[in-house]
């Protein structure tokens, strides 16, 4: 993860600065956003790798893993793109939608795509853009920034080096008391992953990952009807359910 540490006066934990310096994605070449792509790298839970690629290259893993098998050149049919870090093979399904949906709306919100002409944005940004004030999306945007800071931070430590929270991004967004952990309007922060997760883009169909969030007063949101109905509301419509997960 390219950041450097600075040593807070006030006695907080380090706090961990994204280089502003340009960075080509090993994957397209392609420079990376240093408040999207650069501030949310994936979560490859492999000690030391540090992969990282932009967030097209990631859509693009994404939108591939939906495919059933391929043939490839020489006739085999095992050919299959699954949620796997390029570098080490880490598996990236719990984490990488979140990821993304991390990286759009720190685009939107702090990286100049609320000043773009609509014109200048893809057709899952302006979906983004006309529902980030949501409160669903901000409950869910907020859970995947704690879930992400979380992450490192236990992997840091783990690791041997010092805790830090991230800067620069989303981490640092002001969260409403509900959404505190503890509070009576809040959401458990001992759920596991499985009882969450938000498709960044539903253009494919509707992800079996997406769960609206699980309320600590209420029960996870089964009923297919409405999840339906919310992933239209958040997201606009899909043109139907896709071919599923890798």
Same mark, same amino acid.
């Given at each position: 993860m390219p950041s450097t540490v600075e040593e807070k006066k006030d006695g907080d934990p380090p706090v961990s600065s994204f280089e502003e310096e340009d960075q080509d994605c090993p994957?397209?070449? =392609?420079?990376?956003?240093?408040?999207?792509?650069? /501030?949310?790298?994936?979560?490859?839970?492999?000690?030391? *790798?540090?992969?990282?690629?932009?967030?097209?290259?990631?859509?693009?893993?994404?939108?591939?893993?939906?495919?059933?098998? %391929?043939? /490839?050149?020489?006739?085999?049919?095992?050919?299959?793109?699954?949620?796997? *870090?390029?570098?080490?093979?880490? =598996?990236?399904?719990?984490?990488?939608?979140? $990821?993304?949906?991390?990286?759009?709306?720190?685009?939107?919100?702090?990286g100049g795509g609320a000043d773009m002409?609509?014109?200048?944005? $893809?057709?899952? %940004?302006?979906?983004l853009k006309g529902v980030i004030d949501d409160e669903d999306v901000v409950k869910a945007i907020a859970a995947a920034r704690k879930r992400e800071g979380d992450f490192f931070r236990n992997k840091l430590s783990t690791e041997g080096g010092p805790g830090v929270r991230l800067e620069g991004s989303l981490h640092d967004a002001e969260v409403s008391d509900g959404e505190e952990e503890g509070g009576e309007e809040g959401y458990s922060s001992d759920e596991s992953v499985d009882e969450w997760g938000v498709e960044a883009d539903l253009a494919v169909g509707?992800?079996?990952?997406?769960?609206?969030?699980?309320?600590? $007063?209420?029960?996870?949101? $089964?009923?297919? =009807? /409405?999840?339906?109905?919310?992933?239209?509301s958040l997201f606009g419509p899909g043109p139907g359910p896709g071919p599923g997960p890798g």
């Open positions: 994957i397209c070449l =392609d420079s990376m956003h240093p408040r999207s792509d650069l /501030a949310h790298p994936l979560q490859c839970a492999s000690s030391h *790798c540090n992969f990282n690629m932009c967030a097209t290259c990631v859509e693009s893993l994404i939108t591939s893993s939906n495919d059933d098998f %391929q043939e /490839a050149s020489d006739g085999n049919r095992h050919v299959k793109v699954y949620l796997h *870090c390029p570098n080490c093979r880490s =598996d990236l399904g719990p984490t990488i939608r979140e $990821t993304l949906l991390l990286r759009k709306a720190d685009f939107l919100l702090l002409d609509e014109a200048e944005l $893809t057709s899952s %940004q302006l979906r509707v992800h079996k990952s997406f769960r609206m969030p699980k309320h600590r $007063t209420g029960p996870l949101l $089964t009923d297919q =009807d /409405a999840l339906e109905e919310s992933t239209h």
